[in-house]
């Protein structure tokens, strides 16, 4: 294996104009190892299409000036790491990332910074490949005319993991993927979801953080999704939740934190899930389980001073709630086994009104709602009474 | 004018339920943010109801008591030249100073304890105390018993704190059929204890729980617009009463 190194030691930023990546990489072998040293780059669109690694030292920014992709990948075995990638081009009928990757396998995106590109990595039809310790960000303002931060699409074990990705329209989005790994990232401020999945089956995310999107992570269409020990925080606004589940089914939630977000777990048409040990707190709606979603199990959660516990808007319901904890359950334990001997029904009398009368919104924290609420909790007659946790916990 | 008032003020400080009413806050307002360490969104809501709660009550009662029990002192002060203009109004503003000053250092000295950011509802606990005591010196303008007073301002109290929201909630149950929005609306406007609460929750943005239906509210009660909007009508039933009693308070035979 050749190794160019080039112009090692003390380099001046338009000093470096001269290097020519494109002839570079043009006149390098498979399996080569370039070396760009410190500076601006104004490369327009860099294509590799045999596999290299190309390194940055001292971060070099790679400015594609707004024309196409700024990195474009048609390789296996590619390694980009230690740059600084800007100014991918926007256009209404292509997606122009920082980095895209196009039938790539073993591919490595490290240690990059992304900076104001429409997407920022873009990965299509690949296998394999990594996205490791990258900060990505962007300014995005409308969802029409913005991108992901990472992009998924048809892809098969990937893993996202260590990254920082803020500003972007979906912090990651997933489509049509499978067996991907998302790993310890931290994804905010992004103006639609953290995360998304669409069509992606036997995929997990796993201690990641969703700050301040405006959904933290919405699931679509999936199977098989394993989400664990993440934090879900901040997704507050009109039609703001922390983690929305769309037609998924057979998934494990698992041990996740759900804070200050105006609901918490939404459930459209989600069905035989499995939620265990997630901390629910300070949420507007715990839970929101809409007539739809049927068999769901949740046990060991623990609900905390949450303004509304749970919403349904069905009557009967099939999914069943056995040995939570809610701090808004005020029954008793006779035998000492710490479950509570009555049930608990997590459905606000109120929750159920607004939901059929929305003018009602003006009554939120009126004193008549609480004496309503504890006339409902002697004579239970509006709140489904199948929605309840018979085996509710006595402590945490 | 201005002896009067100062005169309210000290008498007002002097009496020990002037300190009772500013320990209450200070003690639950504490006991709220104490807790509300951990259960942030549920203790907004009980600070917000624990105002709505203490101020009119107090107000209502310490305003109707004050005026009455003072009618002596005034007989005196109306034989030297004072005109009965001065003497309503400054009793008003001192009564309305002294229970707000109360008010605002109890839950001021825990806010800033548990450096909480509560202007905005210490503003318009503020408002609700002048609006408690106009409607006060309007009853104990209009009513003669002394007893009869106190009945009917504990009365009114709690047909503004509790009675109208049912009332409310009734509405929207029966005539759901309708579109109830501007009604609703306009019923709240007629209540300053709703007025302030849905301005707290809409400003806390509790709102955007109820989804889209809390837009309509926002438009009236959140915005610019609304917000000014809002504050004519709590400036509006402070005036009210107050020029009524007034009118009252000059034909009155004393």
């Not at chain 1, 029409?144 to 972007?168: M, P, Y």
């Not at chain 1, 037609?247 to 499995?274: E, H, K, L, P, W």
């Not at chain 2, 000295?109 to 450096?115: E, F, K, T």
């Amino acid at each position: 294996m050749n190794i160019f190194f080039l112009l090692l030691g003390i380099c001046f930023s338009n000093f470096a104009y001269a290097i020519d990546i494109h002839h570079l990489i043009e006149i390098a072998k498979p399996f080569d190892e370039i070396t760009i040293p410190f500076g601006a780059y104004k490369v327009g669109t860099i294509l590799i299409d045999k596999p290299l690694t190309i390194k940055g030292i001292g971060m070099p920014i790679l400015d594609g000036q707004g024309e196409k992709n700024t990195v474009k990948i048609e390789a296996p075995d590619v390694i980009i790491e230690g740059f600084e990638i800007i100014g991918s081009g926007y256009s209404e009928v292509a997606e122009y990332a920082g980095v895209k990757i196009e039938a790539g396998e073993r591919c490595e995106v490290k240690n990059n910074k992304f900076n104001n590109n429409t997407y920022s990595v873009f990965l299509v039809k690949s296998k394999d490949c990594r996205i490791f310790n990258n900060i990505i960000s962007a300014d995005a303002k409308y969802e029409a005319t913005s991108g992901n931060g990472v992009h998924l699409w048809n892809c098969k074990g990937i893993i996202v993991e260590d990254n920082v990705i803020r500003g972007h329209r979906d912090g990651i989005y997933i489509e049509f993927t499978t067996d991907s790994m998302i790993k310890n990232n931290l994804s905010e401020q992004n103006i639609r979801y953290g995360l998304h999945f669409m069509y992606s089956h036997r995929n997990k995310y796993v201690r990641n953080s969703f700050l301040n999107n405006q959904t933290g992570v919405a699931v679509m269409y999936s199977k098989n999704i394993e989400m664990l020990e993440n934090d879900f925080q901040k997704s507050w606004g009109r039609s703001s939740y922390g983690l929305l589940l769309k037609d998924i089914s057979d998934s494990y939630i698992g041990y996740n934190s759900f804070r200050g977000n105006t609901m918490g777990i939404v459930c459209d048409a989600a069905s035989r899930n499995i939620f265990i040990g997630n901390s629910v707190k300070d949420n507007g709606w715990a839970l929101n389980i809409l007539g739809n979603s049927e068999s769901n199990f949740f046990k060991n959660n623990v609900f905390i001073s949450n303004f509304f516990d749970a919403m349904t808007n069905a009557e009967r319901t099939t999914n069943v709630f056995w040995g939570n904890y809610w701090n808004l359950y005020f029954g008793y334990d006779l035998n000492y086994d710490g479950i509570g001997d009555s049930p608990y029904r997590p459905m606000k009398m109120f929750a159920k009104w607004v939901a059929k009368y929305p003018e009602l919104t003006v009554l939120l924290g009126s004193p008549v709602v609480e004496f309503l609420e504890i006339a409902e909790k002697v004579f239970p007659i509006l709140t489904p009474i199948t929605f309840m946790d018979s085996a509710p916990l006595m402590r945490r | 004018m201005k002896t009067i008032i100062f005169y309210e003020l000290k008498e007002m400080i002097r009496n020990k339920w002037w300190l009772g009413y500013g320990l209450s806050f200070f003690i639950l307002s504490s006991l709220i943010f104490h807790t509300g360490v951990t259960e942030s969104l549920r203790a907004s809501a009980s600070l917000l109801n624990l105002v709505l709660l203490l101020v009119p009550l107090f107000s209502l009662v310490f305003g109707s008591i004050s005026f009455v029990e003072n009618m002596p002192f005034q007989e005196v002060l109306l034989a030297i030249p004072t005109s009965r203009f001065s003497i309503f109004f400054g009793k008003w503003l001192g009564l309305s100073i002294g229970l707000s000053l109360s008010f605002v250092l109890g839950m001021g000295v825990s806010s800033l304890w548990y450096s909480v950011n509560v202007v905005f509802l210490m503003g318009l606990g503020v408002v609700l105390t002048f609006i408690f005591v106009s409607i006060s010196f309007l009853l104990s303008n209009f009513l003669k018993k002394k007893e009869l007073i106190f009945g009917i301002v504990l009365l009114i109290w709690l047909l503004f704190f509790l009675v109208y929201d049912v009332a409310i909630m009734a509405i929207v149950s029966l005539l759901s059929d309708y579109p109830l929005e501007k009604l609703i609306v306009l019923l709240v406007f007629f209540n300053p204890i709703d007025v302030v609460r849905t301005m707290v929750t809409i400003q806390e943005d509790l709102s955007a729980m109820m989804g889209y239906s809390g837009a309509l509210f926002y438009k009236y009660f959140g915005s610019g617009m609304g917000v000014s909007l809002c504050g004519g009508i709590l400036i509006l039933w402070i005036l009210f009463p107050l020029i009524l009693g007034y009118w009252k308070y000059k034909r009155k035979d004393l």
